[in-house]
C-alpha cells in the first residue's frame, strides 16, 4: 500500500515521539514507524534525569504536566570517596538548574498519550524498514506492517530516531561518515530493589573496589548500580554479594547504611561512548542513539535525544513555515556541539568515578581530582553546569 506525508519517523523512542509532537504542532503531517510492540516501548527501564532544557521543550510540547507532578525535584547530589561524603548543592552553585528524576519510560508514555489524542499515525511491530532514495527529493520508507503487508511511504523528510541498531545510520553511505567510538574496561551491573531510598538525592561513590550509586524510581523503590568487569554476567551475582558489594563501596563516615530489600530486577549494561559524523544526508536526518551513545554515568542519553529534536524540530519546522532550509541544512553541524560537549562530560565524569584495576598511578590522580573537585567552588560549578545541562540550540516555535 502507497501512501504519503511530511516527516517520516523511524522509531518511537523519546527523540521519534518527541519529534513528531513537536511537527504535529506546528501543524506538520508525520508518520512513526516502530519495530517493537506497544508495551515494549512504554516498559524499557531506563535512567531517568531529565535536565531542565528538557523539561522545558517537553513542557512547550504541552506534554509535562505529569512530570511536574510525580517527578522528584533534584537541587544536589552528593559525592562519596575516600569514607567520605560532600553534598554538592546544585541549585545554589550554578543560580539556576535543578534536575527531574522521572523514569524514560513514563516520559515515552507521555508523549504516546499525546499523540492517541492528535490520532496521528504511528505502527507498531513493523519490519524490514527500509529508507530509499534519500539523496531525491522525495524519499521513500519501504516496510511491513505487524500483519506482514508491505507498505511504501512517499515523504519530503526520514528522521532516523531508531537507536544504535537502527537502519538509518547504516543507510547513509559509509564513504560519507566519520564513526568515532570508546569502550571502557568496566559495565554497570544495575538493580531495582524493594527497599526505601535511604535519601532523596542521589549518591556517586568512587571505592577503591569500583564505582557505585544510589538512586530511586519511588519512595519505596531503590535503583542502585554497581561497576562490574565487561564480561561480567548475572548470574556471578547473587543478592548477598550484591548488598555486600553495595554496603561497602557506597559506606561512608556518619551515613546511614543501605536499605536492603527483595531485588525485582537485574541487568548489565555496558558502557560506550559513540558517534557519527555527519547527522544528515541528503533528505535523512539521524537523532538520539541513531547517532550517539553516552557512558550512562551523568545519565546525558535521553536529554541528548531531546538536545537534538530541538534542533531538527527547528530546521524542519523554519522549513515549512518559512520555506528556508538553513536551519535544516546546518542541524548536523550545531547539533554536533552540544553533543561533543555531552560526550567530553560523560567521560569525564565516567573516569572520574570508576576505578581500573592495576592502574595505580591512575588511582592517585583520580584521587586528586576528586579532592581537587570538592575543594574548589569554580570546579564544582563547572561540574554543575554540565551536569545539569548545557542549553538547547533550537527555538521553541508555538
Ligand atoms: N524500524 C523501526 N523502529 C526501530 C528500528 C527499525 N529498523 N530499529 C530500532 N527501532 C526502534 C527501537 O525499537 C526503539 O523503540 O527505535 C526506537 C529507538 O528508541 P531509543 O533506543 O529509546 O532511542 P532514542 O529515541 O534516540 O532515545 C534515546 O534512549 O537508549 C536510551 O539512554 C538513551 O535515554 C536515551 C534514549
Ligand atoms: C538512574 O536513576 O537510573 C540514574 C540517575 C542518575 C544517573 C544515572 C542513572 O547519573
Known sequence: MKSDTQVAIIGAGPAGLLLGRLLRLSGID?????????????NRLRAGLLEQPTVDLLDAAGTGERLHREGKFHEGFELRFGGRSTRIDMRELT??????LYPQTEVVKDLLAARD????????????????????????????????V???????????????????????PASLTKTFLRDYPF???????????????????????????????????????????????????NDERIWTELQLRMGSEGSPRLNEGPILH???????????????????????????????????????????VSV???????????????????????????????????????????????QEFDERLQRARLEGLV?????????CENYTGLPFAGRIHH
Not at 543560580?95 to 527531574?100: F, H, L, V
Not at 508491505?150 to 547513509?172: N, Q
Request: hydrophobic share 40%.
Open 30 to 42: 508525520n508518520v512513526i514507524l516502530e519495530a517493537r510492540d506497544r508495551h515494549y516501548v512504554e
Open 95 to 100: 543560580g539556576r538548574a535543578i534536575t527531574i
Open 117 to 148: 489524542k492528535t490520532g496521528d499515525p504511528i505502527a507498531f511491530e513493523v519490519s524490514d524498514v527500509t529508507p530509499e532514495d534519500i539523496e531525491g527529493d522525495r524519499p521513500t520508507v519501504r516496510y511491513r506492517d505487524a500483519a506482514g
Open 150 to 172: 508491505a507498505h511504501e511511504i512517499r515523504a519530503d523528510f526520514i528522521a532516523g530516531c531508531d537507536g544504535f541498531h537502527g537502519v538509518c545510520r547504516p543507510a547513509i
Open 187 to 237: 559495565a554497570w551491573f544495575g538493580i531495582l530493589a524493594d527497599a526505601p531510598p535511604i535519601s532523596d538525592e542521589l549518591i556517586y561513590a568512587h571505592h577503591i573496589r569500583g564505582f557505585s550509586m544510589h538512586s530511586m524510581r519511588s519512595d519505596k523503590v531503590s535503583r542502585l548500580y554497581l561497576q562490574v568487569a565487561p564480561d561480567d554476567t548475572i548470574e556471578n551475582w
Open 266 to 308: 537485574k541487568s548489565i549494561t555496558p558502557m560506550r561512548s559513540f558517534v557519527t559524523e555527519p547527522l544528515q544526508h541528503g533528505r535523512l536526518f539521524l537523532a538520539g542513539d541513531a547517532a550517539h551513545i553516552v557512558p550512562p554515568t551523568a545519565a546525558k542519553g535521553l536529554n541528548l535525544a531531546v538536545a537534538d
Open 312 to 358: 531538527l524540530s527547528d530546521g524542519l519546522i523554519t522549513f515549512y513555515k518559512h520555506g528556508d532550509r538553513s536551519v535544516l541544512d546546518g542541524y548536523s553541524h550545531l547539533a554536533l556541539q552540544r553533543i561533543w560537549r555531552a560526550q567530553e562530560f560523560s567521560r569525564a565524569m565516567t573516569e572520574l568515578l570508576h576505578h581500573v584495576p592495576g
Open 375 to 383: 575543594a574548589s567552588r569554580a570546579a564544582m560549578t563547572t561540574f
